[in-house]
């Protein structure tokens, strides 16, 4: 059930956004930036146990029960992409205040994560302590364990100068819309020029948001019913009678299960069909009275080529 009214995207969704298009083009050419360095940030959030409304039962019952209709875990994935295609490892954070809340070292996938160098985190958020929305801290430990990395390899490898500048395109998520967070960027890594997304513009002007959650979020589905159905299997395997078995809704299984979801979508975004998958979304700008789209890396050189994932 809905809790409160969608926000409305403003008649004027065309006149803004195409001013935000303008602020980016003409920040990479001021400060010539290249375009692996314009880093589109997205949050998106997961259940950890996906419901449905539907199931099957005796007809005409008027008592059905449903596994995970109460369900209300989750999790917050960080997903941050360049219009070049590539993708940078993603942050998965989830509600609580200690790391004993994180998937443990003994999960599957967790060896493969740990190489593309994941970035697992807890919220310890102040107002809400079983919240799993990024937090100042969580955004803090991104930038430092995950974009930074990545903005001085891309220095390394291109030879570009130790303060080159570089471009975090961000909507207006509460956490990066306060002041600690932009007063953060702004004293400590004064290279990250932030850029956002017009307010209330995010589901068409937002690229990640507009063509990356989709599939992404449709993939770690798949992974984890593929999860449920081997462990239904495995009991199945073991004798139990069909009323017997049971799916677990355990939150620590089901946290450790979600890791190697993560890593098979990673994968695939790095392949060739995955990076065309981002290329497409990049920063595509539709304007209705344009009718046309305006790719935002047109004119403003190309990659070297180098693969720069994982770094």
Not at 262 to 287: A, R, S
């Amino acid at each position: 059930m809905a809790t409160r009214a969608a926000a409305h995207i403003p008649t004027d969704a065309d006149d803004v956004c195409e001013c935000a298009f303008f602020h980016l083009v003409y920040t990479m050419k001021w400060e010539n930036i290249p375009p692996c360095l314009v880093v589109n940030v997205d949050q998106m959030g997961m259940y950890v146990l996906p419901s449905n409304s539907r199931t099957f039962h005796d007809k005409g019952a008027k008592q059905v029960d449903a596994i995970a209709k109460d369900e209300k875990h989750a999790y917050t994935l960080l997903v941050a992409s360049m219009p070049t295609g590539k993708i940078l490892p993603f942050q998965q954070v989830w509600g609580s205040k200690t790391s004993a809340s994180l998937p443990k070292q003994t999960a599957p996938g967790m060896v493969k994560a740990q190489e593309y160098r994941f970035d697992f985190a807890f919220a310890a958020s102040e107002s809400s302590p079983c919240s799993h929305f990024s937090t100042l801290k969580t955004m803090i430990e991104w930038i430092k364990n995950i974009l930074v990395p990545w903005i001085k390899h891309v220095i390394e490898e291109d030879g570009l100068d130790e303060d080159q500048k570089s471009i975090l395109y961000i909507d207006c998520y509460p956490v990066h819309a306060e002041e600690g967070f932009k007063t953060y960027v702004l004293d400590s890594h004064p290279n990250i020029i932030l850029c956002f997304v017009p307010q209330n513009c995010t589901p068409v002007f937002q690229p990640a948001d507009v063509g990356l959650q989709r599939p992404i979020k449709h993939s770690l589905k798949q992974s984890l019913f593929k999860y449920l159905a081997a462990t239904h299997r495995r009991q199945m395997l073991s004798r139990l009678h069909a009323e017997d078995v049971r799916i677990t809704t355990s939150l620590p299984q089901l946290q450790d299960a979600s890791v190697g979801g993560l890593v098979k979508v990673y994968e695939y975004l790095q392949t060739l069909d995955g990076c065309d998958l981002i290329k497409k979304v990049g920063f595509t700008f539709h304007l209705s009275k344009f009718k046309s789209q305006i790719p935002l890396s047109v004119g403003l050189g190309k990659e070297s080529g180098k693969k720069l994932v994982p770094f």
